[in-house]
C-alpha cells in the first residue's frame, strides 16, 4: 500500500511516524520547507523562548473579523510546521471542551482522548498523575518558581491577592488560577513530533521525505482520489504522485485550499474560479473557529528587571460570566522586554472558550502560490466578545493590584471597551475548516477517522478536522487526535498489528 502524506507539520510527522512503522506501507511525506536534523536548528529557529514569525513563515495576512483590518496569521514552513515555530505552551484544555467533541461524533469525548493525551507525554513533574503520561515521546515540564522574573512572581502574587487559586498543574482536569506555564522544552529547547516521531523513523526504507514542493491538487477518477499534484518551490516544475491514500496534514488555512483547488466545497467557492466542482461538500474552509486574542501593554515603571525577549513562566486561567454562563479566558503575562529604549510589559487575555464559528477559508485563484483568503471572524460572537472585555478588565484589576501596583503603567485607552475589536489577533490556534461530524451533518467534511465524506483515498488528519477548539492552545490536542486518527487508519487498512493502542501502558 503508498500512502501519500502532504504535509510535514505536527501532523504530518506523528503520521509519518506512525504509518511506515509498517514495512507494508510505503509512506511519502511532502513538505514545502526545508529540514533540519534534530539539534541543528539554523540559529533563528533555534530561539525556544518566543515564537518566530520573521523566517520559515507562511507570511499569511487575514482579514480580522468585521473590520477589514489586515492581520499577519504565522504558519510554520518547516519540516516540524508550527511546532517549530510555535511558543512550546503544552496545555490539554479542560475536559469539558473535549466532550462537546462528542456532539459532532459520538462516542469522542474526554474520556476517549485522555488516554492520547497521556500516551504522547512524558511529564517531568506530574507525569504519575493518573490524568498525565510519563514514558510518551514528548517532554513536558514547568519552570520553578524561585527561577520566576520578579514581574511574573509579582503577577502571580497580585493574581492570588485578588482571589484566583494557585495550581500546580495546569494540566490537571477543571484547574483553573494562577501557577507555572507547562512547556514542551527541555533545557530551552523546544521538543517536537519532528525531532520526537520524525527524524527517529527516517532510516526507515519504507519512508521518504521530499521537502521544497508545493502541493497543489488531488488527481480524482470518478469518487476515488488517486494521487496529487505538486509544484517544485523553486521553478515551479509540475510533478504528480500516485497513491492508494492520500492524507492532507497541510493544517488549517491549507488543507482546505487544497481541496478547493481540487474542485471538492463549496459550489460559489469553486465555480468562480474556473474550477469544476467534483464533488460538493458546502462544508469545506466554513466555520473555522480560533482563540482571540487581545494584548494589553504597559511601561515598567520601575527597575526591576526584564528580559531581553519576552516570555511567559506563568498562567493564569479564570473563569468569567458571561450571558449567564461561567466561561474560560487566559491571562499570559509576559516578563518584561526592552524595546527602543523603553521597558516594556504585554499581558495577552486569550478567549480560551472561544464559540464563535464565522471564520472561513477561500481560494483567490487556482494558483498553488497564492495564498488562501482568509477571514478570521474573530469576536464576531457578542459572547466572545463580552468574554474578551471581562478578561481584559480582570487583567486590569490585577495589574492595580499589590505588589504588581505601581510597577506597570498602562498605555492609554487599555480600558475603553472597543480595544478588544480594534486590536484582536489570533492565539495561533485556528481549527475545524475540515471539521468532523456525523453522516447526517450536511456540514461535516471528515468522519471521525478523518475520511473526507463521499470519496475514497483521501483524509484529512490535521488541526483542520477538530470540531470545537480546546480552551487550550492546540499542539497537544492535534498531536493526540493525529495519532489516534493513525491508528484507526492503520486498523482500518489491514495493518492493525502496527497500531499503537494507548492503553497498551
Ligand atoms: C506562531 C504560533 C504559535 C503557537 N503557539 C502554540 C503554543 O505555544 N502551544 C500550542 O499548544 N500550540 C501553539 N500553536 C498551535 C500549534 O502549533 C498548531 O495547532 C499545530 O502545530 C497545528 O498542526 P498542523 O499539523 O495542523 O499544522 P502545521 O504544524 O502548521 O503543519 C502544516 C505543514 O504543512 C506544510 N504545508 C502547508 N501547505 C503546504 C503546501 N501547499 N505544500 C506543501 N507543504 C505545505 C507547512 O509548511 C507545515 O509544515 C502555535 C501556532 C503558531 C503558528
Redesign the pocket.
Known sequence: MRVVI???????CVLAARLSADPGIEVLL????PHYRSGHWPPALAHAFR?I?ETHDWGFQAQAGASPRGVHV??????G???I???????HGLPEHYDEWAQFVPGLDWAAMLPWLRMIEDDEQFGAEPYHGDHGPIPINRWPREGWYPLLERFAEAALARGHAWVDDHNAPGAVGVGPTPFNMRDGVRQTPADHYLDPALGRDNLSLVTG???DRLMIDGDRVTGLVVRDEATGERTTHHADHVIL????Y?SPA?LLRSGIGPVDAITPHGIRVVHELPGVGRGMQDHPKISYRFWVSTDIPVWPHPWIQVLLTAKAEVRGEERLFQVMPYAGFADGGHRISEFNVQVADARGRTGRVDIQSTH?MDQPVLRMGWLDDPGDRDLAVAGGRELMAVARTAPLAGVLDPWPNLDDADHALRTVETF??PVGTLRMGRDDDLMAVTDGAGRIRGLEGVWCM??SVIPRVPSA????A?IALSERMGAQFLAGTGHAAAAVSPDAG
Open positions: 502532504a504535509g510535514a507539520g505536527t501532523a504530518g511532502l513538505e514545502s520547507g515564537i514569525k504565522p504558519r510554520g514552513q518547516v519540516v510546521g508550527s511546532s515555530t510555535n511558543a512550546a505552551i503544552a496545555l514542493v508545493r502541493v496534514c497541510l493544517g488549517t491549507q487544497v498553488p495561533h490556534h490535521d488541526a492552545n492546540t499542539h497537544l492535534v
